[in-house]
Antibody, heavy 129, light 107 residues
Framework: EVQLVESGGDLVQPGGSLRLSCAAS????????MNWVRQAPGKGLEWVAN????????DSVDSVKGRFTISRDNAKNSLYLQMDSLRADDTAVYYC??????????????????????WGEGTTVTVSS | DIQMTQSPSSLSASVGDRVTITCRAS??????LNWYQQKPGKPPKFLIY???NLQSGVPSRFSGSRSGTDFTLTISTLQPEDFATYYC?????????FGGGTKVEIK
């Protein structure tokens, strides 16, 4: 069974740090891009960061740049999110999600349609004094 | 950043109704649009990719379409298990962005 299980969420004071983990199973983790997505209480979904298959390419939303770092360990089938300088507005459920792709090619040109097809149950981060 | 605007933010409907949810992108995103369903306390479930392609296992009562920068999710005959919040998401460029969500409630 394809599965993602997040852990590491906790109550932390403003300015503190936390490291989230996501354990993958049931698929070849090293061949997929991975994402972190968060959801503040009662709010919508917000993409946080993603990372390519070997960890050499990473991107993130501006609000976490310089504070959060996404990483992965393919030998351990694990994804991480190091969160530093935490703020109250970082309070959310954090989900890891696998990136799938649908490819169509025509006349030698290909389009790659990306989506998030497998999600974990999430881990809760609360930033409060 | 590409803004995704969903409407309505909520709607009330009865089992058996036809439901339509709209998502508008702030700029052209071609067909790079996905739809997700989320129930309370649960992670999102992936429904549709590339604007109109159903993910494997998703019931055929769900469909998606595009007209320019406007995208539509339609549930042809609402079932009890469809009461949930629905989100669109563009995959055209980063930062990836979601719509604000549409909550489908029981009338």
């Amino acid at each position: 069974e394809v599965q993602l299980v997040e852990s590491g969420g906790d109550l932390v004071q403003p300015g503190g740090s936390l490291r989230l983990s996501c354990a993958a199973s049931g698929f070849t983790f090293s061949t997929y891009w991975m994402n972190w997505v968060r959801q503040a209480p009662g709010k919508g979904l917000e993409w946080v960061a993603n990372i390519n298959e070997d960890g050499g390419e990473r991107d993130s939303v501006d609000s976490v740049k310089g504070r959060f770092t996404i990483s992965r360990d393919n030998a351990k089938n694990s994804l991480y999110l190091q969160m530093d300088s935490l703020r109250a507005d970082d309070t959310a459920v954090y989900y890891c999600a696998r990136r799938g792709v649908f490819t169509t090619c025509y006349a030698g040109y290909c389009h790659y349609y990306y989506y998030m097809d497998v999600w974990g149950e999430g881990t809760t981060v609360t930033v409060s004094s | 950043d590409i803004q995704m605007t969903q409407s309505p933010s909520s709607l009330s409907a009865s089992v058996g109704d036809r439901v339509t949810i709209t998502c508008r992108a702030s700029q052209t995103i071609s067909n790079y649009l996905n739809w997700y369903q989320q129930k309370p306390g649960k992670p999102p479930k992936f429904l549709i990719y590339a604007a109109s392609n159903l993910q494997s296992g998703v019931p055929s009562r769900f469909s998606g379409s595009r007209s320019g920068t406007d995208f539509t999710l339609t549930i042809s005959t609402l079932q009890p298990e469809d009461f949930a919040t629905y989100y669109c998401q563009q995959s055209y460029s980063t930062p990836l962005t979601f719509g604000g969500g549409t909550k489908v409630e029981i009338k």
